[in-house]
């Protein structure tokens, strides 16, 4: 019997995983795109570092301009400190920071501060630059540019601004006529001391402005902002229309009326008014002061005191001094009519110095503007040579005080800087001799 062998082969197995050359592929394929995202990751915390960085050197840039307009006056007194800002201590530096608001920075910024002068006494252009090393090993810049004027703070608004006759409303919401420092009793008056240690004392009346009491034997040495209703005695009757500004000093030549701050010489105020006025005599007086600053609970204060006083006067323990130097007067001129009306002349009436026109003279000049344009100084509200007619008070009538042999700087003219005709520049007139 034939037996028939089927001979039948194994199936074979089916192909399972990967070869060695496919993994590789898919490791490479892998790792370069690790690759990328770790290149991508790098370049944006490159900029964000960059971009950080720009923002710290554009901040240090503007801490810069802004600490050189933090000048409390334009010259430096003989006695001022190294570290006291000053116009005239605005000058080309260079300096490295670190930190910035006590934070270390992640790099060293080089400041570089240039002043140029040249083009204009009153102005002073300047270009901070910084500069620092980048996380590449690049040198990267900024640079900010600005103007640096050369305006005294204290007397931009009170020189610069002409005095208004129109003002709607006074400090406090009292009557405009009565001035600022005024302390408000409470009861419908308010109260001024001319000078800190004089003894008389002027009450006004919060709604029309005027005078209506003079209070003599008030304490000497009580400034207005300490005084109460109690140290108001001996007070009589008064009437009149209040007059009143500064004498300011200028050894300089030529003189800087913007800079009138040396230190003021013994004066006193008069007033003349015609022969047929009111038979009362104009009452003036005038204090040497200066401007300090201090702070206390209440927050920060700038304010004017007798040019002799310590903190201790205050009760602080210490202020800084502005550098301010002038004479504040104040006069209660009589009047008469309905209206009250005055005319007359101020003057500046020496004490142990003269007035005359050669170098070893003073002469005085008058603060004035040509505010309607009429060509000459004729309005009393623009510190005429003669008042005419003065039916209401009058602030801010300031005089300069400079060498005799010297011009009174600046002209009256009237300056059309816009539509409302804002004068743009100080000036002065002479007024004595």
Same mark, same amino acid.
């Given at each position: *019997?034939?037996?028939?062998?089927?001979l039948t082969r194994k199936p074979a197995h089916a192909q399972r995983g990967v070869t060695l050359f496919e993994?590789?592929?898919?490791?490479?394929?892998?790792?370069?795109?690790?690759?990328?995202?770790?290149?991508?990751?790098?370049?944006?915390?490159?900029?964000?570092?960059?971009?950080?960085?720009?923002?710290?050197?554009?901040?240090?840039? !503007?801490?810069?301009i802004e600490s050189l307009r933090a000048f409390a006056s334009l010259r430096a007194p003989a006695d001022a400190?190294?570290?006291?800002?000053?116009?005239?201590?605005?000058?080309?530096?260079?300096?490295?920071?670190?930190?910035?608001?006590?934070?270390?920075?992640?790099?060293?910024?080089?400041?570089?501060? $240039?002043?140029?002068?040249?083009?204009?006494?009153?102005? @002073?252009?300047?270009?901070?630059?910084?500069?620092?090393?980048?996380?590449?090993?690049?040198?990267?810049?900024?640079?900010?540019?600005?103007?640096?004027?050369? !305006?005294?703070?204290?007397?931009?608004?009170?020189?610069?601004?002409?005095?208004?006759?129109?003002?709607?409303?006074?400090?406090?919401?009292?009557?405009? =006529?009565?001035?600022?420092?005024?302390?408000?009793?409470?009861?419908?008056?308010?109260?001024?001391?001319?000078?800190? *240690?004089?003894?008389?004392?002027?009450?006004?009346?919060?709604?029309?402005? !005027?005078?209506?009491?003079?209070?003599?034997?008030?304490?000497?040495?009580?400034?207005?902002?300490?005084?109460?209703?109690?140290?108001?005695?001996?007070?009589?009757?008064?009437?009149?229309?209040?007059?009143?500004?500064?004498?300011?000093?200028?050894?300089?030549?030529?003189?800087?009326?913007?800079?009138?701050?040396?230190?003021?010489?013994?004066?006193?105020?008069?007033?003349?008014?015609?022969?047929?006025?009111?038979?009362?005599?104009?009452?003036?007086?005038?204090?040497?002061q200066k401007t300090v600053l201090y702070r206390d609970i209440t927050g920060l204060h700038r304010e004017a005191?007798?040019?002799?006083?310590?903190?201790?006067?205050?009760?602080?323990?210490?202020?800084?001094?502005? =550098?301010?130097?002038?004479?504040?007067?104040?006069?209660?001129?009589?009047?008469?009519?309905?209206?009250?009306?005055?005319?007359?002349?101020?003057?500046?009436?020496?004490?142990?110095?003269?007035?005359?026109?050669?170098?070893?003279?003073? @002469?005085?000049?008058?603060?004035?503007?040509?505010?309607?344009?009429?060509?000459?100084?004729?309005?009393?509200?623009?510190?005429?040579?003669?008042?005419? =007619?003065?039916?209401?008070?009058?602030?801010?009538?300031?005089?300069?005080?400079?060498?005799?042999?010297?011009?009174?700087?600046?002209?009256?003219?009237?300056?059309?800087?816009?539509?409302?005709?804002?004068?743009?520049?100080?000036?002065?007139? $002479?007024? !004595?001799?």
């Open positions: *019997m034939n037996a028939w062998f089927v993994a590789l592929l898919a490791l490479l394929v892998l790792a370069s795109g690790v690759l990328a995202m770790s290149k991508l990751h790098h370049h944006l915390q490159a900029h964000a570092d960059m971009a950080r960085q720009r923002s710290e050197a554009v901040r240090i840039a !503007q801490e810069d400190r190294s570290g006291d800002a000053f116009y005239e201590r605005v000058e080309t530096v260079t300096s490295s920071v670190e930190q910035l608001s006590g934070t270390r920075l992640n790099t060293v910024f080089h400041t570089t501060r $240039q002043i140029d002068d040249g083009q204009s006494i009153r102005l @002073k252009a300047a270009a901070v630059s910084v500069a620092w090393t980048a996380r590449d090993g690049s040198t990267q810049r900024a640079a900010l540019h600005s103007v640096i004027a050369g !305006q005294s703070p204290a007397l931009a608004g009170a020189l610069t601004l002409g005095p208004s006759a129109h003002t709607p409303t006074g400090a406090y919401a009292r009557a405009p =006529g009565i001035p600022f420092g005024a302390r408000n009793l409470g009861d419908g008056r308010s109260v001024l001391k001319p000078t800190v *240690m004089g003894t008389t004392a002027f009450v006004f009346d919060n709604v029309s402005g !005027q005078v209506i009491e003079r209070c003599t034997d008030v304490p000497s040495g009580v400034s207005t902002a300490q005084l109460t209703p109690g140290q108001l005695s001996h007070c009589s009757e008064a009437h009149g229309l209040w007059l009143s500004g500064t004498v300011r000093f200028s050894n300089a030549n030529p003189p800087d009326p913007a800079a009138a701050n040396d230190t003021p010489l013994d004066l006193a105020l008069s007033v003349t008014p015609p022969r047929d006025a009111a038979t009362a005599s104009p009452w003036c007086g005038s204090e040497a005191v007798p040019l002799a006083a310590e903190p201790a006067s205050l009760g602080l323990s210490g202020w800084a001094d502005l =550098g301010e130097r002038y004479v504040a007067y104040h006069c209660l001129v009589p009047a008469t009519g309905n209206p009250l009306r005055w005319s007359g002349v101020s003057s500046v009436v020496p004490l142990g110095w003269t007035i005359g026109v050669t170098a070893v003279d003073r @002469k005085v000049c008058r603060y004035a503007w040509d505010r309607d344009g009429s060509g000459t100084i004729d309005r009393n509200d623009e510190h005429p040579a003669v008042y005419t =007619g003065v039916d209401r008070d009058l602030m801010q009538q300031n005089f300069l005080v400079i060498h005799g042999d010297l011009a009174c700087p600046g002209t009256a003219a009237r300056i059309e800087a816009d539509a409302a005709s804002i004068p743009t520049q100080i000036a002065t007139v $002479q007024h !004595q001799p």
